[in-house]
């Protein structure tokens, strides 16, 4: 029986994400994750907390 179980060993290349924006969340929260983004500045951190920024103006409170 142990002579039919095989192993398969990956190597990870590339990997892809989604930022999501989380309209529903309180306009403090998002303002308080687009700051830490802008501090952080990696990659795409600075025209994503732009873009949320953005957002807040346009959006402001979720309502239900």
């Known amino acids: ?5 095989r192993g ?3 190597e990870v290349t590339e990997a892809m994400a989604k930022f999501t924006y ?5 306009v403090e929260h ?3 994750v687009a700051d830490r983004l802008t501090a952080r500045g990696q990659g795409l951190d600075v025209p994503t ?3 949320q920024r953005r957002r ?5 409170p979720w309502q239900p």
């Not at 029986?1 to 179980?5: V, Y």
């Not at 807040?56 to 402001?60: D, K, L, Y």
């Open 1 to 5: 029986m142990l002579s039919g179980i």
């Open 8 to 10: 398969l060993r990956l």
């Open 22 to 26: 989380d309209d529903h969340k309180p």
């Open 30 to 32: 998002r303002s308080a």
């Open 49 to 51: 907390a732009d873009r």
């Open 56 to 60: 807040i103006e346009r959006i402001g």
